[in-house]
Every structure is written in structure tokens, then in C-alpha cells.
């Protein structure tokens, strides 16, 4: 009865976690960058770039990735009858909490997923980040313990729910279709992809997989933390040791902290960057992924917050705020990356933000 109950509240998590670390293993050999098999804000940095928001030539790219998260949520949800179209929950701090979670996501290159993949290949420069995570993370449990809270969603006509998958099946139509309306990286990371129905299908096992599981790092580490429930946590597990496993038979593991993939080696400012998104992804209830999943089960509040992402990746690179990786020169010389004065400002300004949503989100005397 006891193997039972754990193969019950484990299983579907481990599941999804192998499943989402193959997914990466097999869209890294497919073509996306290396250790960006699945990475929501670089994606969603890239899509922003396709349509123009950001004039950054090397990540613009409609990723087809997103949109098979989506509509494989949706999908799911609606089979499980669990798609219920509602909003009304502090959309708009909803949105600006979504645009300094992936600033702080682009100040460090990388999405939580992204995070933990890149520990899957070695790369030792994404301790800084997990660290600053969990430190981040922390402070969001702080306050949630004070009564913080965003407020309740309510039921809202089915337009709604439906608003950020249709916004992204437009998308893919468009990329199908109508390229020529779309901006390409001819270098870079946006250069690197996999084909588009190997990508939309990969997005849509994570999606209905990750619907189903409820998969969230950021919850993981909330919950392990708050009630010492490690249930999802265990799914990022299973990301972490399929990716590892995966590279090591491949003879991709590269473990150190020097010219890896997309990285940069300014550990204090990776600490911060992912120190806000944690704190951020607690706010708001998920982490970057988990808003993808709640969108496409008709969450409005989550579609705004990703939204507020893909605008947050824009004024990134329009304002110079996003890591740049390490790199070596044509002399052989090794370049550090990191961020420049105005990334470092931003990420000041984003905690002043997220405490300010705070206080103004704790019980009042109004409230007692």
C-alpha cells in the first residue's frame, strides 16, 4: 500500500521529468543550442525577437516550442475537464511581476528548466543561479507567510481563457505560412532549431505532461521549503539526472565552469538575476513554465504574466539589460561576458518593484 501511495504522488512527476529531459536531449541533437534543449525565457526572448520588439539579430526566432506547450496543456486540460476560463488576479502586477522575472532570468541566460539543464551538462556557472533561486524562493516564502497574496481569480467568459492560444497558433501560422512577416537569426542562438513539427511536437508532451503532473520549480522548492513536500521538486530531479545521463552517453558532459554554452561567469550578478525570478515565480505563483501550463488551462492572470515576459525580454535587449555569454576572441583571448551598469540597475530596480507589490499585497488593518 505504501509503494502504492509513492508511486502515486512521485510517479506522474518523475515521469514528466525523464520525458522533458529526453525532450531536451533530443531538440539540443535536432539543432537548438547546446544546453537550451528547453529554455521558456530564451524562447520566449526569441519569439519576441521574431515579431520585432527587440532589434537583437542573433535571437529571433518564432520558437514552435511555446506553442506546443500551450496547446498541449490545453489539450489535456480540456480532456480532464479541468479548462476553466478566469482572471481578475492583480492582472497588471501580474504583468510587471512577468517582465522583472525574465529580466532577471536574462540576466543570468536562463529560465529555471534552462537552469537545471545546464547543471545537466556540466556547466558549474549555473550553481550561482540555483543558489540565488532557492535565496530568492526563500524570501518569496517569507512573504506568503505575512498573508501576501495577488487575490482571487474569477470566472470569465471561454474568449478569455483562450486569448494566449490563439495569439500563438497565429504565430505558428505565421511562421508556416507567412515567414517573410517574421524576423530570422541567420547567427546565433536563434539560428539553431530544430524543425518546426520536432519542436510543436516536443512542446506538446511537455505540455500535457506538465499539465498533468503539475510540474513547477519553483513551486518544488516553495513546497519543500514551506510543508517539506518534495513531490515537485522531484520532477526538476528527473530533469537533472536524464539531461546528465543523456550527456555522459553522448559524450557531451562538459563539467566546469569555463567557455560553456551561453553562460557567463559574473556569479554575483547570475546569483541576483535568478534571486528576482525566484522571488518573482513565488508572487506569482509558478515559474515561467507553470504560467505556460496555467494559461493553457484558461488562466487569463497567467497569460497576461507571460505576455509581460515576452515584453521583458524585449526591453532586455533593446536596453542592453541581458547577459551576454563568455567567449573566446579571434586571438584566442577568453572574454568574459555578464552585464553591463544598465542590467545591473535593472536588476536593483526589480527588487524595489517586487517589495513594493509586496507591501501593497499584505493583509491591512482593512483586511483583519
Known amino acids: 500500500m505504501r509503494e502504492n501511495s509513492w508511486l502515486r504522488d512521485y510517479g506522474p512527476l518523475l515521469l514528466t521529468g525523464v520525458v522533458v529531459g529526453v525532450a531536451a536531449l533530443v531538440l539540443t541533437a535536432c539543432g537548438n543550442p547546446a544546453n537550451m534543449g528547453f529554455c521558456i525565457a530564451c524562447f520566449e526572448r526569441d519569439i519576441a525577437g521574431a515579431l520585432g520588439l527587440h532589434s537583437a539579430a542573433k535571437v529571433q526566432y518564432f520558437r514552435p516550442e511555446i506553442v506546443g506547450i500551450v496547446l498541449g496543456t490545453l489539450l489535456a486540460a480540456a480532456a480532464a475537464k479541468e479548462f476553466r476560463a478566469k482572471a481578475g488576479s492583480s492582472p497588471a502586477c501580474r504583468f510587471l511581476l512577468g517582465l522583472f522575472v525574465m529580466i532577471g532570468a536574462l540576466v543570468f541566460l536562463g529560465c ?21 533561486f532557492i535565496a530568492g524562493i526563500g524570501v518569496g516564502v517569507v512573504c506568503l507567510r505575512k498573508g501576501f497574496s495577488l487575490g482571487r481569480a474569477y470566472p470569465v467568459r471561454s474568449g478569455e481563457g483562450m486569448a494566449l492560444p490563439l495569439i500563438l497558433v497565429i504565430g505558428l501560422v505565421l511562421l508556416l505560412a507567412f515567414p517573410a512577416l517574421l524576423r530570422f537569426s541567420e547567427e546565433g542562438p536563434g539560428s539553431q532549431h530544430a524543425f518546426w513539427l520536432i519542436s510543436l511536437v516536443a512542446g506538446g508532451v511537455v505540455g500535457v505532461l506538465a499539465q498533468r503532473s503539475r510540474l513547477c520549480m519553483a513551486g518544488g522548492i516553495r513546497d519543500a521549503v514551506m510543508v517539506h513536500d518534495f513531490r515537485l521538486l522531484a520532477g526538476f530531479v528527473a ?10 552517453i553522448l559524450h557531451k558532459y562538459n563539467l566546469g565552469a569555463v567557455s560553456q554554452p551561453i553562460a557567463h561567469s559574473q556569479y554575483l550578478w547570475s546569483f541576483l538575476g535568478m534571486a528576482l525570478a ?17 494559461a493553457g488551462e484558461g488562466n487569463g492572470d497567467s497569460a497576461v504574466t507571460v505576455l509581460g515576459m515576452v515584453v521583458g525580454a524585449a526591453l532586455a535587449h533593446n536596453f542592453g539589460l541581458a547577459g551576454n555569454a563568455d567567449s573566446v576572441a579571434e586571438d584566442g583571448t577568453y572574454v568574459v561576458g555578464g552585464i553591463g551598469t544598465a542590467g545591473m540597475v535593472a536588476v536593483v530596480l526589480g527588487f524595489i518593484v517586487l517589495l513594493a507589490v509586496t507591501l501593497t499585497h499584505l493583509p491591512g488593518k482593512e483586511d483583519a
Request: with cysteine; glycine share 20%; net charge positive.
Open 239 to 248: 530533469i537533472w539526472a536524464t539531461v546528465t545521463i543523456g550527456n555522459l
Open 112 to 132: 529555471p528548466l534552462r537552469m537545471v539543464i545546464r547543471l545537466g551538462g556540466g556547466d558549474l556557472t549555473a550553481v550561482a543561479g540555483l543558489l540565488g
Open 278 to 294: 525566484g522571488w518573482g515565480s513565488v508572487l506569482l505563483g509558478g515559474c515561467p513554465l507553470r504560467q505556460l501550463i496555467l
